[in-house]
């Protein structure tokens, strides 16, 4: 007996089909050999796009009313951005031998610039941090703190990867990962820059974590950790004074708190779709640091809630690429230089988000790709670098470069000989 369809069948199923040709075109772009590098270099793109947007919206009054310029900031982030792509680029086309010297070549950079900033060359705010080095004039200030996070990750991936068959004992995961970095984050808390520090230290255990440390060792590196922190509050007044901005929003409100609660105030006044690019009152003074650390603010404020969906959706699949890349590489220098990165740029994004929305103190991070800020945009763009490198080692990425590099030299060889 024939099997009648009922008309509603018949309209749904055009529907299903749709949906699950979507649904296929989806896994087939995901599935193609290139595709971790696409979905590292398009948000990445998307992202300096908007930061370089959001630069010249938030800084414009800024620069005017210090510099006479309303363009002085983001001139210069151009030319951050110059040199970063540029380094950017030509790490993304090294093999891994070239990146695992690079690593031991910034571990060494790294702890110079770090000793020079308590040398006369070293450079600092009134608040008492001082962890910039100036040659010269201030194109020229660098601040080491964010080329030491790109050193411990590299430089650490090389030592995971030499020593791959003796991570379980504990000396071999320890040392001497462990210890130089301990060092680089030292440098950096004595430059009264915790923020960083802790940024930093949280990058070490979680490439402790991913290499196979055991709970046990990462909860007593983290008991050390957190009563140092605590000791370096607790000594601090300006810390303390934060802390104390966080749990009573009454406390100071034109001083500490006034960062916090003008941030959460940009956010709530862009509503859904903002009040426009360039239409930002916050920028007008009241919010200090406006282009650096609460750009995001900015970006509430003047794109909406959407706007910050937008940003927010970007990091997500920017740290699915790292992560896709970390699990499919059979290179374990790759694994952990990826797992590396995409740590690191997703740990600073979200403390930096919970800044601005008021869920943590103030710690004093830049937004990854979007703050303005010379060093971190460089270091950042060269840690993309090396992610694209990473992700053109894949073995589907791989096969597919030799496969391309095969046909090529059969083309030419037919040519050349028809041509004899």
Not at 37 to 58: D, H, Q
Not at 119 to 140: D, I, M
């Amino acid at each position: 007996m024939a099997i009648l369809s009922s008309p509603l069948d018949r309209k749904a199923a055009p529907k299903r089909t749709a949906r699950g040709t979507r649904s296929s075109l989806i896994a087939d772009a995901l599935a193609h050999p290139r595709a971790s590098f696409f979905l590292v270099l398009v948000p990445t793109v998307l992202l300096l796009s908007l930061g370089m947007m959001m630069v010249l919206s938030a800084s414009s009054v800024l620069g005017s009313v210090r510099f006479g310029d309303a363009y002085y900031f983001v001139k210069r982030q151009v030319f951050f951005l110059a040199v970063g792509g540029a380094a950017a680029f030509v790490l993304a086309r090294c093999n891994v031998r070239a990146l695992k010297i690079l690593g031991w070549v910034l571990v060494v950079v790294a702890l110079a610039l770090q000793i020079l900033t308590f040398t006369p060359l070293g450079w600092g705010e009134a608040k008492g941090n001082r962890n910039w080095v100036q040659f010269g004039t201030s194109f020229f200030r660098i601040q080491p703190s964010e080329l030491a996070k790109l050193a411990i990750i590299v430089w650490g991936a090389d030592l995971f990867a030499r020593k791959q068959k003796l991570l379980e004992q504990p000396k071999h995961l320890l040392v001497p990962f462990v210890p130089v970095s301990l060092l680089l984050i030292s440098l950096v808390v004595l430059q009264h820059d915790l923020g960083t520090g802790m940024i930093m230290g949280a990058i070490v255990v979680a490439m402790l974590w991913y290499v196979g440390a055991s709970w046990r060792m990462l909860a007593s590196i983290g008991a050390v950790v957190g009563a140092g922190v605590v000791l370096l509050v607790l000594t601090s007044i300006n810390r303390m004074d934060r802390i104390l901005g966080f749990f009573n929003a009454d406390h100071d409100t034109m001083g500490v708190n006034l960062q916090p609660l003008r941030g959460v105030f940009a956010l709530a006044s862009g509503g859904w779709w903002g009040l426009g690019l360039g239409a930002s009152r916050q920028k007008w003074g009241s919010l200090a640091e406006a282009h650096t650390d609460y750009v995001l603010a900015i970006v509430g404020e003047e794109l909406g809630l959407i706007g910050t969906l937008v940003v927010l959706s970007l990091f997500l699949v920017l740290a699915y690429a790292g992560f896709r890349i970390a699990l499919r590489s059979d290179i374990g220098f790759c694994r952990y230089l990826a797992a590396g990165v995409t740590v690191w740029l997703m740990i600073q994004a979200l403390v930096n988000i919970m800044v601005v929305l008021k869920m943590i103190p103030v710690l004093g991070v830049t937004l990854p790709l979007l703050s303005y800020g010379g060093s971190g945009l460089m270091a950042n763009l060269a840690a993309i670098g090396m992610l694209l490198a990473c992700a053109k080692l894949e073995p589907e990425a791989r096969r597919l470069a030799e496969r391309k590099k095969r046909a090529g030299g059969t083309a030419v060889t037919v040519v050349e000989s028809r041509r004899g």
